[in-house]
C-alpha cells in the first residue's frame, strides 16, 4: 500500500511544482507590466501550421521592436487558417513592462486579467490541478505498471 501514495506524493511534488511555477511567473509579469507600461504594435510575421493526427491548427507568429531590439511572440494555436488569416489582418498591440521588454504578452490578454490575482490564489489553483492531476496520473501508473501495487 505504500508504493501507491508514494507515487501519489511525487506525482503530485512535481505537478504543483511546475504548476505554481508558471502561474507565480504569470502573475509577477501581470504585476511588472502594471507597475510600468509600455505599448507597442507587433506585425504579423506569418502563420505556423501544425498537424497532429490529420488535424490541423494554426498559430499567428509576431514580432515587435523595443529600443532597436526585436522580440517575437505567438499567439494561441487556432482551429481554422481563415481565424488565425483574420488574426494576422488586424493589428496587435502587445504590452510589456519597460524594465523587461522580452516578457511582454498581447494587451487584450493584459487587459483580461484579474487586478486582485496573488501568489495565493495560484498555489490554490496549483494545488487543486496538481492534485487532480497526481490522481489521474497514479491511477493510471499503478495500472499499468503492477509492480507499484506490490508492497
Do not use: C
Amino acid at each position: 500500500m505504500k508504493k501507491p501514495i508514494i507515487t501519489f506524493l511525487v506525482v503530485f511534488a512535481i505537478a504543483f511544482g511546475l504548476i505554481a511555477t508558471g502561474e507565480i511567473h504569470k502573475i509577477d509579469n501581470h504585476v511588472a507590466i502594471a507597475k510600468s507600461p509600455a505599448f507597442v504594435l507587433a506585425t504579423a510575421e506569418g502563420i505556423t501550421k501544425k498537424t497532429k493526427k490529420s488535424r490541423e491548427t494554426f498559430q499567428v507568429n509576431y514580432t515587435y521592436a523595443v529600443a532597436g531590439t526585436t522580440y517575437k511572440i505567438d499567439t494561441s494555436w487556432m482551429n481554422s487558417v481563415a481565424e488565425a488569416e483574420a488574426m494576422a489582418a488586424t493589428p496587435v498591440q502587445i504590452a510589456y513592462a519597460t524594465t523587461a521588454p522580452a516578457d511582454g504578452i498581447f494587451k487584450s490578454d493584459f487587459d483580461k486579467r484579474d487586478p486582485t490575482e496573488s501568489t495565493a490564489g495560484a498555489l490554490g489553483n496549483a494545488a487543486e490541478f496538481g492534485l487532480i492531476g497526481a490522481l489521474i496520473l497514479t491511477l493510471l501508473l499503478v495500472w499499468k505498471f503492477p509492480s507499484l501495487r506490490r508492497p
